[in-house]
Nanobody, 123 residues
Framework: QVQLLESGGGLVQAGGSLRLSCTVS????????MGWFRQVPEKEREFVAA????????YYRDSVKGRFTISRDNAKNTVYLQMNSLKPEDTAVYYC????????????????WGQGALVTVSL
């Protein structure tokens, strides 16, 4: 059974940085495509970023382009989300996502989730 374990959330001031990590554990035949979503209360979970299984391609929502970077280390089965120049509107619970082929921007198509990590950005 494949599981995703996240770490790295916390409280940071606006303009600061945080790095989220997500480690894949369990039996996997190959590296998964990975991604990050976020959610605030009473809103739908939204796509943030995704990376292909081998790291050859990365995709971002427009509002985080130039500030967030997704990367991966397949030797450690870990994906990272480096978040710089954080803004209060980035405050959310961030969820790691995985798929054997491709992480859809539609959260409804994602079947494998982490437990979530709270990121709070204060003024």
């Amino acid at each position: 059974q494949v599981q995703l374990l996240e770490s790295g959330g916390g409280l940071v001031q606006a303009g600061g940085s945080l790095r989220l990590s997500c480690t894949v554990s369990g039996r996997t035949r190959r590296s998964y495509a990975m991604g990050w979503f976020r959610q605030v209360p009473e809103k739908e979970r939204e796509f943030v970023a995704a990376i292909t299984w081998n790291g050859s391609g990365a995709y971002y929502r427009d509002s985080v382009k130039g500030r967030f970077t997704i990367s991966r280390d397949n030797a450690k089965n870990t994906v990272y989300l480096q978040m710089n120049s954080l803004k209060p509107e980035d405050t959310a619970v961030y969820y790691c996502a995985a798929d054997p082929y491709d992480v859809s921007r539609d959260h409804g198509a994602v079947k494998l989730w982490g437990q979530g990590a709270l990121v709070t950005v204060s003024l």
